[in-house]
């Protein structure tokens, strides 16, 4: 997926091509610790590539909830389904960030105050994430090591189709 990207933005015109790249967080995360624990050892993400390759030049955007209910695809295809993920552990990231009164907002994680901000934004806890199928796919590590900024939804609720 990286070698994709990065053709692209190598072929693209214009002396500073800027690209957005819309990933799961798991595949766009800055730090390739940020995979699965079963994945096959060596085995990086796209994003921790793109980070080695652009360095300050790749900005990495994640998105969670605190809440609520979503749509997810069964088997990879229609129809889709709505769960419920639950209300989150008090060892998540998720906790923490669900406890702020603000409906949706960005946190930039490049610039948290030094002590207990930092700290608690290195971790390691757990930053839920849930897979195609609705699998929980959360690991834990340093929210600030993955992402630069994160934007944050307390309550979610699902799409809906635009057809019929």
């Known amino acids: 997926m990286a070698e994709n990207v990065a053709w692209i933005h190598d072929h693209a015109a214009g002396s500073h091509p800027k690209l957005i790249v819309w990933a799961h967080d798991m595949h766009i995360a800055n730090n390739p610790s940020y995979f699965p624990q079963n994945a096959p050892k060596g085995t990086e993400n796209m994003g921790g590539f793109l980070r080695?390759?652009?360095?300050?030049?790749?900005?990495?955007?994640?998105?969670?909830?605190?809440?609520?209910?979503?749509?997810?695809?069964?088997?990879?295809?229609?129809?889709?389904?709505?769960?419920?993920?639950?209300?989150?552990?008090?060892?998540?990231?998720?906790?923490?960030?669900?406890?702020?009164?603000?409906?949706?907002?960005?946190?930039?994680?490049?610039?948290?105050?030094?002590?207990?901000?930092?700290?608690?934004?290195?971790?390691p806890h757990r930053f839920l994430e849930y897979g195609l199928q609705g699998n929980n796919v959360s690991d834990p590590g340093s929210l600030q090591q993955w992402f630069d900024l994160l934007v944050f939804i307390r309550n979610t609720t699902p799409s809906h189709s635009l057809t019929s």
């Open 52 to 123: 080695k390759w652009y360095h300050d030049n790749c900005l990495t955007i994640a998105t969670s909830l605190y809440q609520g209910v979503y749509n997810i695809y069964s088997n990879g295809a229609s129809p889709v389904k709505t769960t419920l993920p639950g209300t989150p552990g008090k060892d998540t990231y998720n906790y923490t960030l669900g406890r702020v009164s603000i409906p949706i907002y960005l946190l930039d994680l490049r610039k948290t105050p030094p002590g207990p901000v930092t700290d608690w934004a290195n971790g």
